[in-house]
């Protein structure tokens, strides 16, 4: 199947067309990883057409970006209007929003000041794991690739060089015929989703592993623990041995691209019942509650 574009792209503080939005073969980013980016969502809602988190997401960039210290030539406001402007070009309500910064041509050697240059590029994406796997639920497996080690490279930075990693555990578990992987940190245990992250429900509450186990801090992730709170549901970040993946109550996967993904099994072995649980409803029912005009949205979330 031949991959369909959008029309235009916003580069460098130009909307430019798709095809004109162009990286020389000798920019920094293309090869050593050196680029920091986002997945934002843009959501049809029952006040017009939102970005989720729109702001939270752009700061996040900076962040990523403060940590390899490489320098954005814009601000956030800066970068939320890109954003609106590409969804805008391209006559898009609902969409997914890619802003990337990466270190451009201007330099050979690993420490090189290289320009950066900014895209926010947008497209149609759809359910990430699958058309139905929001209802029905996916089968996992546990990678037999681990995340990096804390002092290794940042977990926590968002940036293309991580998504290496990603990449293992994603195509190992679609291999191996799996909706997606699941990778342990280097202590052993329970880190995250080739791109999302992880929530397990015992007994009603729900436990997620801590920043600490090479996780990308997710912005899905602070949402469910801010809405679960605020219905009473405890939420717990420990660190959680493997074995729980088999005896949890019910499991699921979160993060932008992935919304809020149910995991029926794990390594073959059936989460619960094999079935989403009422907790993970629950969570799905608040968190599209916020597009569909449900849950009100009380913390100003959609931009
Ligand atoms: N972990 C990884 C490795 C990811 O790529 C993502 C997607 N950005 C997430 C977690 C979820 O993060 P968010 O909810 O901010 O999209």
């Not at 800066?78 to 590409?86: E, G, H, S, T």
């Not at 895209?119 to 794991?129: F, I, N, P, S």
């Not at 290794?152 to 990449?167: D, M, R, V, W």
């Amino acid at each position: 199947m031949t991959q369909r574009y959008p029309d235009f792209i916003w580069h460098n503080g130009e909307i430019k067309r798709w095809q004109d939005a162009t990286v020389h073969v000798m920019a920094h980013g293309l090869h050593y990883g050196s680029s920091v980016f986002e997945g934002i969502r843009s959501y049809d809602t029952n006040h017009g057409p939102k970005i989720f988190r729109l702001s939270d997401h752009n700061r996040r960039l900076f962040a990523s970006a403060k940590i390899y210290e490489m320098p954005i030539p814009y601000t956030v406001d800066q970068l939320n209007q890109a954003c609106r402007d590409v969804l805008a070009a391209n006559k898009m309500g609902q969409g997914y929003l890619r802003p990337i910064a990466y270190r451009d041509l201007g330099g050979f050697g690993l420490s090189a000041d290289c320009p950066t240059s900014v895209a926010v590029a947008c497209w149609d994406m759809g359910r990430y794991l699958g058309a139905d796997v929001i209802d029905r639920g996916i089968d996992a497996c546990v990678s037999s690739w681990q995340r990096f080690a804390p002092n290794t490279i940042p977990a926590g930075a968002k940036a293309g060089g991580n998504y290496l990693s990603g990449q293992l555990v994603a195509r190992e578990a679609r291999r191996l015929g799996f909706g997606e992987g699941i990778a342990l940190a280097s202590t052993g245990l329970l880190s995250e989703g080739a791109g999302e992250n992880l929530f397990l429900v015992f007994e009603g509450a729900l436990h997620t592993p801590p920043v600490s186990a090479a996780l990308l801090n997710g912005i899905t992730r602070n949402t469910i623990i801010t809405l679960a709170r605020s219905v009473g549901i405890d939420v717990v970040e420990r660190d959680i041995p493997r074995e729980y993946l088999y005896l949890c109550d019910e499991l699921f996967m979160c993060g932008t691209a992935a919304e809020i993904t149910p995991i029926r099994s794990v390594d073959g072995r059936d989460v619960g019942t094999g079935k989403p649980g009422p907790v993970t409803r629950k969570i799905q029912e608040m968190f599209f509650g916020l597009f569909n005009g449900t849950t009100p949205d009380t913390h100003g979330w959609l931009e």
